[in-house]
Every structure is written in structure tokens, then in C-alpha cells.
């Protein structure tokens, strides 16, 4: 038996919306979770950053917002960056790290991601970890090879004790918004392969959720959760939708 976990479901919002049209879409979405019970579930909205603090300011405790970005040094001389104390301070409590499109846009290496990781547990945020290989090496059937070492080079000097706060989400970068959903087999045959691996790095599995992302909308949310090891979403253009992003979490 598969341990019961709470289902995460991420909203990554990427470079979209502003302030008003985050106010319209939090006002169509107010009224979808007036009768919904948010009991097992984690949500947490990932805006652009001029939105966190607003965001934050529409929701009770049920519902967090995290940051699709952050520096792991305590203050600075750090132009355009943001550090974990502004975050926190400001009750932002989940940071995402490793996104492949800040791997190749922002060009962060796994030495980076590393720093975050470590920085991020150690002052107290939680941390989405994103991997996900691309389709050269999918073809070429180097994909495990590829996640493996994506996932020891985050991890490997991460104190296990740091497992509650950690989700892993695996998002092959063909499926990112592409329309391309990897097949139920591909998502759970990895998803084991993770948890398996989170297991050899001395982590309690219970208590680590491996979400799914890539090309996640409101008609295929309900497979995607039922497939084994398969903890929750992580959302980038069907999240932009609120009733669309309210059907993947009601899936
Ligand atoms: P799409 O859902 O648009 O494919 O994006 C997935 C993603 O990158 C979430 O982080």
C-alpha cells in the first residue's frame, strides 16, 4: 500500500496576469471554493513576483503562495533579486527551484539549483524542486540516467529530516506546454524511479510528494492523479483559467 498523502496542486503562473486581472480571477475563484472542502489538499499559487504580496493578502491559511524565484544569500548587492527573509517576512512560505525554463532562459546550472536547495530548507521555506529531461534524451532512453543525476546533485547534501518540506515535480520539458502529456506508463514508471531514489538518499518517501507538470489541463488532471506515486500537479497555462485550474483540483 502506497502511503496517504496530502495532493499538491501548484499554480505556476509564469510571466502572466497583472494585478486587476489577478483580482478577476480571484473573484470567479472565490466563488468556485465557497462550497469546496480543501481537506488533503495543498494549493499553492506561484505569481510573478510584483504579485506575491498582493496574492497573499486574498487568501486565508488553506491556500499558499509561493515565488518562482529567490537568492540564496541573506542580503545584498544582488540586483533584482529577492532573499528567503523578504519572502517570509511577507508570509511567502514555498519557493520553486530548478524550472527548466530558468535552466535554459536564466541559464541556472545544478551548482546553483544546489545553493537554493540547501539555502531554501535551511531558512525555513518549502521548496518545490523541479527536473525534467528534454526530448533528445527521452529518444534516446538516457531519461533516468538524466533525472537521476539532476535529483543527487539538488539533494545529495540535504539533511533528510528537511523531507516534509520538500515536492518534487517531474515535468519533461516536451510536455511543457507543448499539449504533449507524457503517457500514464512514462509518468509512473519515473515517479517510481523517484521515489525510489528518494529512498536510497535516506529520505522518508511518506512524507515527500512527487507531483506531475506538463501540459496538466482540465480534461486529463483526473488520469494523471490516479496514476500510482502521482502526488499532485504542477500547473503553468490551464492554471491561468480559474475554473479550469478549479476542475484539476476537484479531478
Ligand atoms: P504547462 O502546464 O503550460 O505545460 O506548463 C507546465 C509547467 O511548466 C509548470 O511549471
Not at 488533503?40 to 499559487?45: E, G, L, P
Not at 545584498?76 to 535552466?103: K, P, Y
Not at 512527487?210 to 492554471?239: F, H, M, R, W
Request: proline residues 3%; charged residues 20%; hydrophobic residues 40%.
Amino acid at each position: 500500500m502506497l502511503p496517504m498523502k496530502n495532493k499538491f496542486f501548484g499554480a505556476n503562473w509564469k510571466m502572466n496576469l497583472t494585478t486587476s486581472k489577478a483580482t478577476d480571477y480571484f473573484k470567479t475563484f472565490e466563488k468556485l471554493f465557497a462550497t469546496h472542502s480543501l481537506t488533503h489538499k495543498d494549493i499553492v499559487f506561484f505569481p510573478p513576483m510584483q504579485l506575491l504580496a498582493f496574492i497573499h493578502s486574498q487568501f486565508n491559511q488553506n491556500i499558499k503562495v509561493g515565488s518562482q524565484n529567490f537568492y540564496p544569500q541573506k542580503q545584498g548587492a544582488f540586483t533584482g533579486e529577492v532573499s528567503a527573509d523578504m519572502l517570509l517576512e511577507d508570509g511567502i512560505s514555498w519557493v520553486l527551484i530548478g524550472h527548466s525554463e530558468r535552466r535554459s532562459h536564466l541559464q541556472e546550472q545544478d551548482s546553483l539549483i544546489k545553493q537554493k536547495v540547501l539555502w531554501a530548507l535551511e531558512n525555513n521555506l518549502n521548496i518545490v524542486l523541479c527536473c525534467g529531461e528534454d526530448l533528445s534524451i527521452r529518444e534516446n532512453g538516457q531519461e533516468k540516467t538524466f533525472i537521476q543525476k539532476q535529483l543527487l546533485s539538488a539533494l545529495e547534501e540535504v539533511n533528510p529530516s528537511h523531507a516534509s518540506k520538500i515536492v518534487i515535480a517531474y515535468e519533461p520539458i516536451w510536455a511543457i506546454g507543448t499539449g504533449k502529456v507524457a503517457t500514464s506508463e512514462q509518468i509512473g514508471e519515473m515517479h517510481q524511479f523517484l521515489d525510489h531514489n528518494l529512498s536510497s538518499l535516506g529520505f522518508n518517501t511518506s512524507l515527500i510528494r512527487i507531483i506531475y507538470g506538463g501540459s496538466v489541463n482540465a480534461q486529463n488532471a483526473k488520469e494523471i492523479l490516479s496514476i500510482p506515486y502521482v502526488d499532485g500537479t504542477l500547473v503553468g497555462s490551464a492554471s491561468l483559467n480559474p475554473k479550469d485550474f478549479f476542475t484539476i483540483i476537484d479531478a
